[in-house]
């Protein structure tokens, strides 16, 4: 049986229709594609509110992986870090930090990242960035533990 997972897009013109979503079917396709159950991506606007509440509501439904892409920089209404702090109980900084590492190696602009990772309620939650290259880039590095993650957080053994 195929574990859940969701995708939670982040955009205030995404939400409001003004731009098509680009990254989330990117994170959606890479979960399908190493076997996950994931639906279409959710688009909530920016705001750590409207974070923390999507992310409740997808680990809610029986994610256990959940990513997010999108509000991780630095402009005023990029929050998606404040939101997913209200929620994760446990830091993983080492996927953050190695998140950010590959995006600094493409460009500068990828040490702006401010994206969390964490657990919550037995899910892990990742945040990235909007752009579709950081998608596409940062996908691996979320499939290439997601599965352990989870068999850990199920109180499996490490192999």
């Known amino acids: 049986m195929s574990h859940r997972a969701a995708v939670i897009t982040v955009s205030d013109r995404s939400a409001g ?5 680009a990254g989330g079917p990117i994170a959606v396709a890479a979960l399908q594609g190493a076997g996950f159950a994931c639906d279409a991506a ?3 606007p920016d ?3 409207s974070v923390a509440a999507a992310l409740r509501a997808a680990i809610a439904a029986g994610a ?8 991780t920089g630095v402009a005023p209404r990029d929050e998606t ?10 830091d993983v900084p080492g996927i953050a930090e190695e998140l950010r590492r590959l995006g600094a190696a493409e460009l500068p602009q990828g040490m702006l990242s401010r994206g ?4 919550a309620q037995g ?7 909007g752009s579709p290259n950081a998608v596409t880039t940062g996908m ?7 599965s352990h993650v989870v068999r850990q957080l199920d109180g499996a053994d490490h192999p």
């Open 17 to 21: 229709g003004e731009r098509h979503d």
């Open 42 to 44: 959710t688009i909530v």
């Open 47 to 49: 705001g750590a509110d």
């Open 64 to 71: 256990r992986v959940v990513v997010t892409t999108g509000g």
């Open 81 to 90: 870090p404040e939101g997913t702090a209200q929620v994760i109980e446990q």
């Open 116 to 119: 969390l990772v964490g657990i």
């Open 123 to 129: 899910a892990l939650v990742v945040n990235l960035p």
């Open 140 to 146: 691996p590095v979320v499939l290439s533990v997601a």
